[in-house]
């Protein structure tokens, strides 16, 4: 079982930044791929960053060069910097573990959301 507890949301104008953390209660140095996902009122929840365990990222178009995404293996603790924040990055964001439990499952795990508000 992993829990994963993120921090860091809260409210910025636009232009501002903030960092995410997502804090494992697990060693994360074994686990596959972390990231960060989004889901604002109304929208589906979306791919924002991802890390593998070779350091490896993917980030959605949207947030290319503005977000960051890395982990610290030694902390068990996953961040995403945001900088240069727009009001339509406002949402609910969620840390998530893909967790290779055999060799075809992969088990998911999210944390709780953090609240994430722009405004213009």
């Known amino acids: 079982q992993v829990q994963l507890v993120e921090s860091g949301g809260g409210l910025v104008q636009a232009g501002g930044s903030l960092r995410l953390s997502c804090a494992a209660s697990?060693?994360?140095?074994?686990?596959?791929?972390m990231g960060w996902y989004r889901q604002a009122p109304g929208k589906q929840r979306e791919l924002v960053a991802a890390?593998?365990?070779?350091?490896?990222?993917n980030y959605a178009d949207s947030v290319k060069g503005r977000f960051t995404i890395s982990r610290d293996d030694a902390e068990n603790t996953v961040y995403l910097q945001m900088n240069s924040l727009k009001p339509e990055d406002t949402a609910v964001y969620y840390c998530?573990?893909?967790?290779?439990?055999?060799?075809?499952?992969?088990?998911?795990?999210w944390g709780q959301g953090t609240q994430v508000t722009v405004s213009s």
């Open positions: 998530v573990a893909h967790v290779v439990v055999t060799i075809i499952y992969i088990k998911d795990y």
């Open positions: 697990v060693t994360i140095r074994g686990i596959n791929s």
């Open positions: 890390i593998a365990s070779s350091g490896t990222t």
